[in-house]
């Protein structure tokens, strides 16, 4: 299952949206600290989003943790990017950020069917200096 979440970091990478439905179930959850709802649509848009903002946009996979059924995965990840595009109507500032993140993941039927995301959303503003 740690392929599903490779895959998953490499559409980040590749802000190739059309592979979401590839590893997400049609039902798949997605919530962090500014938004919830169906996975495939909400990280649709915000990869499209981050990808005008930070168009060098990197994540990095740092630790992965799985459970004995492979039902669980958690991962921490590191976001790299410079700042040149603007983000949800800030102008951009050509600073690069790191954010440092962790998404608990559930798989069943080998798909994603829930995402948790955590990290600072400060940080952004913090590093940009906005």
């Known amino acids: 299952m740690t392929k599903l979440i ?3 970091v490499q ?11 590839i590893i997400f179930s049609k039902s798949a959850l997605y919530k962090d600290a500014l938004q919830d709802g169906n996975a495939i649509g909400v990280l649709s848009a ?9 168009p060098n946009v990197s994540f990095e ?11 669980f995965i958690a991962f921490e990840w590191s976001m790299k990017g410079t700042n040149t595009g603007s983000f949800f109507g800030a102008e951009p500032t050509n600073k690069q950020i790191e954010i440092l993140g962790a998404d608990i993941i559930q798989i069943k039927d080998e798909k994603i069917i829930s995402i948790r995301s955590y990290y600072d959303s400060g940080q952004f503003a913090a590093q940009l200096g906005i």
């Open 11 to 21: 559409i980040w990478n590749t802000k190739n949206t059309e592979n979401l439905p």
């Open 46 to 54: 915000s990869i499209k989003e981050t990808a005008r903002a930070f």
């Open 61 to 71: 996979i740092i630790t992965l943790v799985k459970d004995s059924t492979d039902s």
């Open 6 to 8: 490779q895959q998953y």
